[in-house]
């Protein structure tokens, strides 16, 4: 292989082109990460739809970007399963609010929330002589990256079904709250919670 054609070190998580854009309009580069253990499973590209390519392949999910993960993990309630294009719209909306009261990348804003949703402990239940014992146990990176996805869409349903809030300011909430480490907001309330229950079974 050539040396002009070796991959660059320095490309984004997920070989991204930052000269696309995402929706047409955020710009790929530039992103920060501040947790460099979930970095390399938080995979930013332009594309929002891949049409489950990764599907049939384990720990491929890690692959697709974190847009489009956001968007399943949307989808994955009663009302909303398989409305893909809908849902998109939804987060493509919700994107635009973002970005108008934070003047932030609304790609930033999600990254930075992932990462402050994602638990760093857990615990599990251990059984000794058929006593069940909680035992405190640190979470693999791609878990943290997974149940904080799960918090954050389950924060967008509990805000928006049945109110009166629209789904995309309930979306842009959810995700201005955590990128903020908002305590209000499910998400970071949910991780707080299961680091606080790790910590007593240590």
Do not use: C
Not at 44 to 70: D, L, M, Y
Not at 71 to 82: A, D, K, P, Y
């Amino acid at each position: 292989m050539a040396a002009e054609d070796q991959p660059d070190p320095d490309a984004p998580a997920g070989g991204a082109d930052v000269s696309a854009k995402l929706f047409g309009t955020w710009e790929l580069g530039d992103l920060e990460y501040a947790d460099p253990s979930t970095e390399r499973y938080i995979t930013v590209t332009p594309v929002a739809h891949t049409a489950g390519r990764h599907a049939g392949k384990q720990f491929k999910k890690s692959q697709i970007s974190i847009v489009e993960r956001f968007i399943n993990r949307l989808m994955q309630t009663e009302e909303n399963t398989g409305k893909k294009q809908k849902t998109l719209n939804y987060v493509r909306d919700a994107f635009d609010i973002i970005h108008e009261r934070t003047e932030d990348n609304p790609i930033q804003v999600l990254v930075t929330a992932v990462e402050n949703a994602a638990p760093r402990e857990e615990t599990v239940r251990l059984k000794y002589g058929g006593i069940s014992v909680p035992k405190a146990v640190d979470v693999a990176p791609q878990r943290r990256v997974d149940q904080s996805l799960k918090f954050l869409a389950e924060g967008v349903y509990n805000d928006s079904f049945k109110t009166t809030t629209d789904i995309e300011e309930a979306i842009a909430n959810q995700l201005i709250g955590a990128a903020n480490y908002d305590v209000q907001t499910y998400a970071v309330s949910q991780k707080e919670e299961k680091e606080r229950v790790a910590a007593a079974a240590r």
